[in-house]
């Protein structure tokens, strides 16, 4: 199993430019989160999903939207990049089960600069 | 949220037992204890959780106090490559879906 993955790894976008980051994970997890980690702080959550279709906002949603069209894929967007979004990101999913629905596994994350 | 405090930083030598604390005085008789880690460039990876007794895996034990006020994290042999951040996280499973992650401890383990 390759987990969770992450698509792109890097990335430089120029204020105002759009793009898409794409999660994949193959453990059949019912849940997937979109997290963003600033230098030297913890990790905050921007949506997430509870299943194929579904999507919420978590705390930090402005200037993001997310799409879940399959179980297995969870994408974020950013329409009008800007600095502040500049960050890495991280995806996880975890399974429905009670008691394991807080066990997320995480992919490798997605260094995005806007410059 | 349910808050938890954690020292900023904690150093081991390696191949010796590491004790990393974790107070979370406010917790609800719903909250799981979680733990996860941060190794340095990667994403954070679950480590251990429990609810009430005390928990062992391949990778950590985990002492839940008997009041649930705080926990222990016990890595029985640190190695470098366990050498991370640490984050202890309270989880109620409900219907709040987000897992707070703090700032956690820093391991440093010595050769």
Redesign the interface.
Known sequence: NAGVTQTPKFRVLKTGQSMTLLCAQDMNHEYMYWYRQDPGMGLRLIHYSVGEGTTAKGEVPDGYNVSRLKKQNFLLGLESAAPSQTSVYFCASSPHSPGQRDTQYFGPGTRLTVL | DAKTTQPNSMESNEEEPVHLPCNHSTISGTD?I?W?RQLP??????VI?G?TSNVNNRMASLAIAEDRKSSTLILHRATLRDAAVY?C?L?S?GSN????????TLLTVNP
């Open positions: 799981y979680h996860y460039s990667q994403g954070p990876e679950y959780h609810l984050y996280i989880a499973g879906y987000k897992l707070t992650f703090g700032k956690g």
